[in-house]
């Protein structure tokens, strides 16, 4: 029997890797989209925060997602506040801030689990590491998450995510989706009776 989750996003790219990694476990994914004021905090609160908000209208278990992006050699800068500085300074802005710097920065993503049963929300963890290009490559599919694609190399690759075709981005989701944190909800939610 297949269970059901909504998962709270209005980012499409987040939803489809949810839809894809979740089916092998005989879990539907049902987008709920529900403008979350943005908390403060580290990435954990945030996410709890948000889930909280989001089961107080949905009343029914749900996932959210935060992410942030960390640049070792800004110290961490942006972190969780990479949408306002995609729109403000742009992919160009963080490419001037690194520039004669260490490269090194990794995707931290979140996933909260909210049932209304548990005190506390759940969390599952992933981290994605990689560099910073030297300029923009490549083109930002529906399927990518941010503009961050076009300067954004995994670690053990030498493309850009926005440069790779839609196989190679597969593959590369493939790897980095072993063990991660959808694999870990998904374990987690297809144990729960």
Not at 92 to 116: T, V, W
């Amino acid at each position: 029997m297949s269970k059901k989750i909504f998962f709270i996003t209005t980012n499409k790219g987040k939803y489809f890797s949810a839809k894809r990694v979740l089916k092998k476990y005989g879990i539907t994914v049902i987008q709920k989209e529900i403008n979350i004021p943005e908390p403060r905090g580290n990435i954990e609160e945030i996410a709890i925060q948000k889930a909280k908000y989001a089961y107080k209208i949905v009343r029914k278990p749900l996932i959210v997602m935060d992410a942030g992006f960390f640049i070792d050699s800004l110290n961490g800068f942006p972190m969780m506040f990479t949408n306002f500085v995609l729109e403000t300074i742009g992919i160009q802005g963080i490419l001037k801030l690194a520039q004669r710097k260490n490269r090194s920065c990794e995707f931290r993503e979140i996933l909260c689990y909210c049932d209304g049963l548990r005190k506390k929300p759940r969390l599952f963890k992933r981290v994605v590491e990689g560099k910073l290009s030297r300029k923009p490559k490549g083109k930002v599919k529906s399927y990518h998450w941010s503009k961050l694609a076009y300067i954004f190399v995994p670690k053990g690759e030498i493309k850009t995510m926005a440069e790779m075709t839609e196989k190679e981005f597969t593959n590369f989701r493939r790897k980095v989706d072993a063990g991660s944190h959808w694999e870990q909800f998904s374990k987690f939610y297809s144990q729960k009776s």
